[in-house]
């Protein structure tokens, strides 16, 4: 049942906003409409790569509308908006194409830095990680610790009033543009592994730091290897208590564990779906027959899954609490992205080639078809990553049927 607050009405499996939720959204329309520049939108709406400096472009318009970390507190930059609002900004920006920012400084270490940093720490990262003026990338996964981070064999042994740091981490995305690295570190060996964890935040241009390329089948960099000999952090560069990381590292999640339904996401690809089946249509293809019946399933699965994100949204923001519903989002969202995918791959076939023009062939597709097929297998990861869905499975298992 919704909360009284009344935040989001159902009628049946649709939902009606507020007058001051539809407002909320309309400033946000007419605030992309006339500011997000149109050529990192096209390069969104076309699958394509958005730059470093793009991206830095887009978060200091934000910033200086005060929208660039909604789920900051606002006594640090935040906005103050609650979930509700949050999913309907999120929603908005996927209309628009704009790129999302940089979830390693909005979503993690900046939050992280928030709840255990020092004034100073706050006071020196938190404006730059706004702005930014400073990226950071995650150095959690390494060759024999991925799901398994409690693993991490990454040293930090104590030389004066500095850590060295020796060992290596992988699949760390973005490192070769990142300015610093907020890196889960082994400071003790004679506990329990989660308890001989540290949080360190330190400059990749650090002496001793080696930034090596990872590549997708596809031949773009996705990842990277990055290697630590003998680098030298200050103490002061740590988050939180010494030998206390693992609490740092677990407390990103926060309320970013109800953001999991890739709502937006599944509407930028359902309206993809739509466009896609339209251009076919005026091309004379007679095969689709039953194209327009599986869009309107999607559509219906996508109508549920937003109803029962801003149900679950409202009684989080009303003082409810939550269970098992994240990994039910979770699950059914990532699950309809490639079923989405799906659709889409089968209905432009063979125009999906090549692959990308930027290998060197000449497309005859539109520029959004070019990049379905690489779309397609980068959602594959969407089952896997964030907790793969018999992660899920087992909790729903667990926290609702008891098993």
């Known amino acids: 049942m919704m909360d009284p607050v009344g935040f989001v009405r159902e009628v049946g499996m649709r939902f009606q906003f507020s007058a001051e939720q539809l407002a909320f959204q309309q400033q946000v329309e007419g605030f992309l409409s006339d500011n997000l520049p149109a050529t990192t939108a096209a390069k969104v709406r076309n699958g394509g790569s958005v730059s470093k400096d793009e991206l830095t472009e887009w978060t200091r318009i934000l910033n200086a509308q005060g929208w660039a970390a909604p789920n900051w507190p606002v006594e640090y930059g935040g906005t103050g908006w609650n979930l509700t609002y949050r999913h309907i900004f999120d929603v908005v920006c996927r209309k628009f194409h704009a790129p999302a920012l940089s979830g390693f400084g909005f979503n993690m270490v900046g939050p992280a830095i928030i709840k255990y940093g020092s004034e100073a720490q706050k006071a020196e990262f938190l404006p730059k990680i706004r702005n930014a003026d400073l990226w950071f990338c995650q150095g959690y996964s390494e060759p024999q610790a991925g799901s398994d981070l409690a693993s991490v064999r990454t040293r930090a042994d104590r030389d004066g009033d500095h850590y060295l740091i020796n060992g290596s981490k992988i699949w760390t995305s973005g490192a070769e543009i990142a300015d610093w690295i907020f890196c889960l570190v082994r400071t003790n060996s004679d506990v329990q592994q989660q308890k001989g964890i540290s949080f360190l935040l330190f400059d990749m241009t650090s002496p001793g730091v080696t930034v090596k390329p990872l590549f997708a089948f596809n031949g773009k960099r996705l990842w990277n290897q990055v290697f630590f000999e003998d680098v030298r952090v200050p103490l002061s560069q740590r988050l939180g208590d010494e030998d206390r990381g693992w609490t740092v590292a677990k407390s990103l999640l926060g309320d970013e564990r109800l953001m999991v339904s890739r709502v937006a996401e599944n509407r930028r690809i359902l309206a993809n779906l739509r466009e896609t089946l339209e251009y076919e ?109 018999e992660v899920q499975h087992n909790i729903i298992a667990k926290q609702v049927l008891g098993l």
């Not at 039953?290 to 899954?305: F, H």
């Not at 801003?310 to 009303?318: H, K, W």
């Not at 209905?347 to 959004?368: F, K, N, Q, R």
């Open 281 to 389: 249509l005026q091309r004379g293809v007679s095969s689709l027959d039953e194209m327009p019946k599986t869009i309107n399933e999607l559509d219906i699965r996508l109508q549920a899954l937003e109803a029962t994100s801003l149900r679950i949204l409202t009684a989080f923001d009303s003082g409810g609490d939550v269970g098992a519903e994240p990994s039910m989002l979770k699950l059914k969202g990532s699950e309809l992205v490639q079923a989405q995918d799906e659709a889409l791959f089968a209905m432009i076939d063979y125009l999906v080639l090549p692959l990308d023009s930027a290998t060197g062939g000449e497309s005859v597709t539109p520029a959004w078809a070019e990049f379905i097929a690489s779309g397609r297998y980068h959602h594959r990861g969407f089952t896997i990553a964030g907790g793969s869905s």
